[in-house]
């Protein structure tokens, strides 16, 4: 069985895409056969980005899946534009993707706005470039956070319609969504998801923010007018707060709604901050250290982009063949 998943490098990574995806990573990687998590770099230039920024970037995000706890001996761990197979399985899917299908991606259709028009073609393009990471490698299994579904659903069609077109080459792979924590909220404006785009800074946990910083932002969490400690619709701060803590120590929400039953929202808000910040804790100053051996890192990605080249250099001529381009195999 293999996983594959990967991140952004852009942005500052953060509480949400700790517990909706990191963890499930860590997990995953002495389930799989193998685990493969790929920085997705290319994904980083469909927007407005700073090149230097966009390479250190990739290396801390690295750094930081490390020190959350994948192990580069245990999976495979690598930078999506060393394995030029992406890019060539891109246009090579673009045959059996339609322009309809990407138009209606809700994510190009947040990030494009009213400028459809003006965005870069990439933008449109993302999906099927993260279709092409999955299916590269005959994945089964995407662990990812709710926000991401759409895409799944379209990599699986995607999928399906090369099968279908030029016979079975690819795995219709299923997206692994958490059933608590895939959709951590925003702290202010808890009817958003966290993100480091269309979030509020105060709102959002990053996993390498200081302890004290972090309590604080607990603190300050938006709540509703209610007493309760307790999963609801017309609660969405608290009911995130709940799932937050219920990840933290390993529990069931409801066993968090039964030990806070009584408390005050600002006693509840203060524990689940300290226990956060906590949790955090080893992971920022592991992370803090591993950032700063750039050479290191760099080497994880040579010896990630070999593993990863191995097993996607085989399926892309499966796909070249399938499709009649190219040399025959
Ligand atoms: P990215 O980099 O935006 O986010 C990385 C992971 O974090 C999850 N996530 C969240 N989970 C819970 N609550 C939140 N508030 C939250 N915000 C983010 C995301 O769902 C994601 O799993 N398109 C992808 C990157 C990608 C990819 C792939 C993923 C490229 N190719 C192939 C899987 C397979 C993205 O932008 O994730």
């Given at each position: 069985?293999?996983?594959f998943?990967?991140i952004?490098?852009?942005?500052?990574?953060?509480?949400?895409?700790?517990?909706?995806?990191?963890?499930?990573y860590?997990e995953?990687?002495?389930r799989?056969?193998?685990?493969i998590?790929?920085i997705?770099?290319?994904?980083?230039?469909?927007?407005?980005?700073?090149?230097?920024?966009?390479?250190?970037?990739?290396?801390?995000?690295?750094?930081?899946l490390?020190?959350a706890?994948?192990?580069?001996?245990?999976?495979?761990?690598?930078?999506?534009?060393?394995?030029?197979q992406?890019?060539?399985?891109?246009w090579?899917?673009?045959?059996?993707t339609?322009?309809?299908?990407l138009?209606?991606?809700?994510?190009f259709?947040?990030?494009?706005?009213?400028?459809?028009?003006?965005v870069?073609?990439?933008?449109?393009?993302?999906?099927?470039?993260?279709a092409?990471?999955?299916?590269?490698?005959?994945?089964?299994?995407?662990?990812?956070?709710?926000?991401?579904?759409?895409?799944?659903?379209?990599m699986?069609?995607?999928a399906?319609?090369?099968?279908k077109r030029?016979?079975?080459?690819?795995?219709?792979?299923?997206?692994n969504?958490?059933?608590?924590?895939?959709?951590?909220?925003?702290?202010?404006?808890?009817?958003?998801?966290?993100?480091?785009?269309?979030?509020?800074?105060?709102g959002?946990v990053?996993v390498?923010?200081?302890?004290?910083s972090?309590?604080?932002?607990?603190k300050?969490?938006?709540?509703?007018?209610?007493?309760?400690?307790v999963?609801?619709?017309?609660?969405?701060?608290?009911?995130?707060l709940?799932?937050?803590?219920?990840?933290?120590?390993?529990?069931?929400?409801?066993?968090?709604?039964?030990?806070?039953e009584?408390?005050?929202?600002?006693d509840?808000?203060?524990?689940?901050?300290?226990?956060?910040?906590?949790?955090?804790?080893?992971?920022?100053?592991?992370?803090?250290?591993?950032?700063?051996?750039?050479?290191?890192?760099?080497?994880?990605?040579?010896?990630?982009a070999?593993?990863?080249?191995?097993?996607?250099?085989?399926?892309?001529?499966?796909?070249?063949?399938?499709?009649?381009?190219?040399?025959?195999?």
């Open positions: 069985m293999v996983i998943s990967g952004q490098p852009t942005g500052r990574k953060h509480l949400g895409n700790y517990i909706g995806a990191i963890l499930q860590v995953g990687q002495d799989a056969d193998p685990a998590y790929c997705v770099d290319l994904h980083g230039t469909t927007v407005a980005y700073e090149p230097a920024e966009l390479r250190e970037r990739s290396r801390d995000t690295a750094a930081l490390v020190a706890g994948l192990d580069p001996e245990r999976c495979v761990l690598f930078r999506q534009s060393d394995v030029p992406h890019t060539e399985l891109t090579l899917l673009s045959s059996v339609s322009v309809g299908q138009n209606r991606m809700h994510q259709r947040d990030k494009a706005g009213t400028a459809r028009d003006r870069s073609a990439g933008l449109l393009y993302y999906p099927v470039l993260m092409a990471d999955v299916l590269a490698y005959r994945a089964h299994e995407v662990p990812v956070g709710e926000d991401q579904r759409e895409h799944i659903e379209l699986r069609d995607v399906e319609a090369f099968n030029f016979g079975e080459t690819l795995v219709v792979p299923e997206g969504i958490p059933t608590v924590g895939a959709r951590v909220r925003d702290l202010k404006e808890p009817d958003k998801k966290m993100s480091t785009t269309g979030g509020t800074p105060a959002t990053y390498d923010e200081e302890p004290a972090i309590v604080k932002k607990f300050r969490a938006e709540t509703d007018s209610g007493r309760e400690i999963r609801a619709d017309d609660k969405p701060g608290i009911s995130n709940i799932e937050i803590l219920a990840v933290v120590r390993g529990t069931a929400p409801n066993a968090i709604e039964h030990d806070f009584g408390k005050g929202y600002g509840f808000k203060t524990a689940v901050g300290e226990e956060v910040a906590a949790w955090l804790s080893p992971v920022r100053e592991r992370y803090l250290e591993l950032r700063q051996d750039t050479a290191a890192i760099e080497e994880i990605f040579e010896a990630g070999a593993k990863a080249t191995a097993i996607a250099a085989p399926v892309v001529a499966d796909v070249r063949d399938a499709m009649g381009v190219g040399k025959p195999v």
